[in-house]
């Protein structure tokens, strides 16, 4: 026989930065809908493009897969060539320069528009969501 799971009662110190953290979180994938379906990218390429973008912006304006594959890390550095690849072709990626053997990479001026667009109505989207559950924050 199984026990019966209480509910726990909702604590009123919550942190509210947190919660704010967790729903963009949780957010993630509705705020990539339009990208996705703008720029006819996969959830995994608007990913690896938001670490690009990530990365130009915090340690340096151009990378390797090397880099970018530390920075990243939740996908091996066979994936991320693969998705490079599959971003030049699109022209989201640029190869910056070649130093043999380590090629350098940047991002095009549309891979800034996809970011853009990604990210462009965070607050509208988390909005909708607080609004449809009758969440404040």
């Known amino acids: 026989m199984t026990d019966v799971v209480k509910s726990l009662p909702i604590v009123d110190n ?3 930065d947190r919660i704010r953290v967790q729903l963009l979180y ?3 994938f509705r705020q990539m809908r339009k990208a996705r379906k703008e720029f006819k990218l996969s959830t995994n390429e608007c990913l690896v493009l938001n670490g690009m ?3 130009s ?3 340096k304006s151009e990378f390797t897969i090397n880099g970018l594959t530390l920075f990243i890390t ?3 550095k066979g994936r991320i060539r693969f998705y490079i690849d599959s971003l030049i072709s699109r022209g989201f990626v ?5 130093q043999t053997p380590i090629v350098y990479y940047r991002l095009s001026p549309s891979g800034f528009n996809a ?3 990604m990210f462009d109505d965070v607050d509208v989207i ?7 559950y009758n969440i404040s924050l």
């Open 14 to 16: 919550i942190d509210r």
């Open 94 to 98: 640029i190869v910056h320069r070649v």
């Open 74 to 76: 939740y996908y091996n």
């Open 26 to 28: 949780h957010n993630v």
């Open 53 to 55: 973008y990530l990365y």
């Open 126 to 132: 988390n909005r909708k969501f607080c609004e449809k």
């Open 57 to 59: 912006f915090l340690v």
């Open 115 to 117: 970011i853009r667009t």
